[in-house]
C-alpha cells in the first residue's frame, strides 16, 4: 500500500489511469461519496495488491425432531451442520434418546443437503431437564465416562452422525476441571474415530464472572480442547 498526495487538476479517473488501479478500488479504499470531489494535498490510500483473501463460514443451528419438516427442509442448504437436540444419559453413563421424538428422519434429510448432522449432548435426564447431578457423577467416573463415549461413539455410527456438540450447563464450580477433562477426551477420542466435536459456552464479560452457567467451565481450556466453541450469546434474550 502507499499514499498518494491530491495535485491541482486531479480527479478520480486521472489517478486511478496515472496508478494503473481501478477508479471503483480508489473510491471504495477511501470511503469517497459521490461526485468524488478531491481537494489540492488529500491522501489517498492506493492499493495495488491483489486481494484474494480466503473467507468462509460456517452455519450452525440447534433444532428439535418436531421441527417442520417444511422448514428444515427451507434451511438446510444454508446450513454446514444440523445439532439435533438432544441426547441425555444416567448418571451410569447409558445414553438417552431425545424425548421429543425420532431423529433417524433429520439425519437422513442433512446429509440429503450436504449437512452434517451433529448429536447434541446435553445432562439431562429421563425428565428432559438440566441436571448437573449428571454431570457431578459421570465427570467424576472413568468408568461411567469410558462408557458414555463408547455409547456416543456406537450411536453416531450406527444414526450417521459426524459430530458431537455438548451442551452442558449448570456445572458446579468443584467440577470445573473434570468436566475440561471430560470434553478433552471426548474430543481426542472423537478426532480418533474421525468425528468433530464442539462444546456450547454461556456469553459472558468477565473472566471472573459469578454464577451457576459460567463457574463450572475453564474458557480457554475448552477452547483448547475442542475442535471449535459456540458462545450461545442467545442467553442474553429470549423471545418467551
Known sequence: MEIYVV???DTIDSIAAALGVS???LIYDNQLIYPYELAVGQALLVDRGIRNAERSISVSGYAYPFISPWVLEQTLPYLSELPIFSYGFTTEGE?????????TWMIEKAQNFGTKPILTLTPFGA?????NRLINSVVNNTVYLDNLIQ?????MAEKGYEGVDIDFEY????DRD???AFVRQVAETMRANGYHTSVALAPKTSSDQVGLLYEGKDYRALGEAADH???MTYEWGYTY
Open 7 to 9: 495535485k491541482p487538476g
Open 23 to 25: 477508479a471503483e478500488r
Open 95 to 103: 445414553l438417552l434418546p431425545p424425548p421429543y421424538g425420532d431423529d
Open 127 to 131: 425428565d428432559g431437564a438440566f441436571n
Open 151 to 155: 455409547n456416543l461413539l456406537d450411536t
Open 171 to 174: 456445572i458446579l464450580a468443584s
Open 178 to 180: 473434570a468436566f475440561t
Open 229 to 231: 466453541v459456540l458462545l
